[in-house]
């Protein structure tokens, strides 16, 4: 059973890579928020929306792909 002292969340970022986050993965990174140690909330507010700004325009590019795709 999970208790507030032992409950972890983790937030992964596929192309976390590419962002300014610690870890050795070729391509994800995750950031673990932990009871007992305190947050950076400005820092984790920033990083969310650097990944969130950064899924946006890899969708968008993927659109314009696709659609450039069916025009042919």
Not at 22 to 29: A, C, N, S, V, Y
């Amino acid at each position: 059973m999970t208790t507030p002292s032992t409950l972890e969340l983790v937030g992964g970022y596929y192309c976390g890579a590419e962002l300014p986050m610690e870890g050795r993965g070729k391509f994800m990174r995750h950031v673990m928020l932990r009871p007992e140690v305190d947050i950076d909330a400005a820092a984790l507010k920033a990083l969310v929306a650097m990944a969130s700004a950064d899924v946006q325009a890899r969708l968008r590019m993927e659109q314009r792909i696709k659609g450039h795709e069916q025009v042919r």
